[in-house]
């Protein structure tokens, strides 16, 4: 059945030039883009966004990162998308990622690592409806 994702192209990355080469492997990989922006999250929304992550020791400069320039939000359509687009992005780590993926050719960082996608159904479905209504899902 069709699924739905979200995806967000990190600061790290559109700040090097790199919305087109990240797209066009999402591409690649049959995830279409249902709808897609460029945003500069504030403070108060990326904060909500990680909210999961706020007792962790990194919380405060992933949101520093997170708010450091503008990122692409988009909500990917596939059979299976949450999986074959976290295959994609490779581990969190990109010393950790399978050659091929986003993360192992673009990431600098464990932070810094170029791409965000939801994790799990529930977390797909509260992430695509942060960014998005559902007049704005147009494609
Ligand atoms: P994302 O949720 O962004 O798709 P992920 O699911 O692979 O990434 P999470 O564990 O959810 O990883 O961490 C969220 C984000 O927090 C990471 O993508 C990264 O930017 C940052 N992060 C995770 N672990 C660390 C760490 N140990 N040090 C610094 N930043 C970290
Ligand atoms: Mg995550």
């Known amino acids: 059945m069709s699924q739905l994702t979200l ?3 990190k600061p790290d990355a559109v ?3 790199l919305i087109g080469d990240i797209l066009k492997m999402i591409s ?3 995830l279409k ?5 460029m945003i500069q999250l504030t403070k108060e929304q990326a904060e909500g966004f990680y909210a999961v992550h706020k007792e962790r020791p990194f919380f405060n400069d992933l949101v520093a990162y997170m708010i450091s320039g503008p990122v692409v939000v988009s909500v990917l359509e596939a059979e299976g998308a949450i999986e074959k687009y976290r295959k994609l992005m490779g581990a969190t780590n990109p010393e950790q990622a399978e ?7 673009f990431a600098l960082n464990i932070e810094a690592n170029s791409v965000h996608g ?9 992430e695509t409806s942060y960014f998005f209504n559902q007049l704005e899902q147009v494609g």
């Open 33 to 37: 883009i249902k709808a897609m922006k």
């Open 7 to 9: 995806s967000i192209i």
């Open 99 to 105: 050659e091929g993926t986003i993360r192992k050719r």
């Open 118 to 126: 939801s994790d799990a159904p529930e977390t797909a479905a509260v």
């Open 15 to 17: 700040q090097r030039g």
């Open 28 to 30: 690649d990989a049959g």
